[in-house]
């Protein structure tokens, strides 16, 4: 059964860091483009970046100072850090894998057909 | 960016009737060059990630039952869930992903009347 496994909740202080990890069990990431995404306390989805099995990156412009995707291919494993975090940044972190689509001559992410199960990530003194 | 705007914002159903949730994009999500938009539908329940129902546009996923149906073409789009199951309540979202950054829209949840 393949499965996207993140790691656990952390609690930070503001100013700090945080990194992500998003391990693929079950299956590699060398077909797909791992996408990060966040969900606000009873909010809506905002991307934050991706990556594609080139490890070559691109980043939601609100997040492109702060955010930093990257992926091992050995251990199938991606990972999201996101510094100088501040109390909006409360969340539910997830990755969710797309198909490599080429689109206008770009490869780019389709749909998200699978999840990690998210984690959350809490933001106060 | 492409904003996407759902609506209603929230909808109750009675078991056994049509629901239907509307989505529009602020720009159109329409490749001309094979006709595909770039838009699907996802069901969030309480305590989940989201569920991938439909991909472009009316794609359904393996496993989303038959009631489920995903429409629209360029900017405006449906999904429509012809006999709401007790099952169905959730929180859905559409998601474009023709243009970075990916976007998504607010979310529409679906209650038992």
């Known amino acids: 059964q393949v499965a996207l496994v993140q790691s656990g909740a952390e609690v930070k202080k503001p100013g700090s860091s945080v990194k992500v990890s998003c391990r693929a069990s079950?299956?590699?990431?060398?077909?797909?483009?791992i996408n990060w995404v966040r969900q606000g306390p009873g909010q809506g989805f905002e991307w934050m970046g991706g990556i594609n099995p080139m490890s070559k990156t691109k980043y939601a412009h609100k997040f492109q100072d702060r955010v930093t995707i990257t992926a091992d291919e050995v251990s199938s494993t991606a990972y999201m850090e996101l510094t100088s975090l501040r109390s909006d940044d409360t969340a539910i972190y997830f990755c969710?894998?797309?198909?490599?689509?080429?689109?206008?001559?770009?490869?780019?992410?389709?749909?998200?057909?699978?999840w990690g199960q998210g984690t959350v990530i809490s933001v106060s003194s | 960016d492409i904003v996407m705007t759902q609506s209603p914002d929230s909808l109750a159903v009675s078991l056994g009737e049509r629901a239907t949730i509307n989505c529009r994009s602020s720009?159109?999500?329409?490749?001309?060059?094979?006709?595909?938009?770039?838009l699907a539908w996802y069901q969030q329940k309480a305590g989940q990630p989201p569920k991938l129902l439909f991909h472009?546009?009316?794609t359904r996923e393996i496993g989303v039952p038959d009631r489920f149906s995903g429409r629209g073409s360029g900017t405006d789009f449906s999904l429509t869930i012809s006999s709401l199951q007790a099952d169905d309540v959730a929180v859905y979202f559409c998601?474009?992903?023709?243009?970075?950054?990916?976007?998504f829209g607010q979310g529409t949840r679906l209650e038992i009347k």
């Open positions: 472009m546009a009316s």
């Open positions: 998601q474009q992903y023709y243009s970075s950054p990916i976007t």
């Open positions: 720009q159109s999500v329409l490749s001309t060059s094979n006709g595909v938009s770039y």
């Open positions: 079950g299956d590699t990431l060398n077909n797909y483009l």
């Open positions: 969710a894998r797309g198909d490599l689509i080429t689109f206008a001559g770009v490869i780019a992410s389709g749909a998200f057909d699978l």
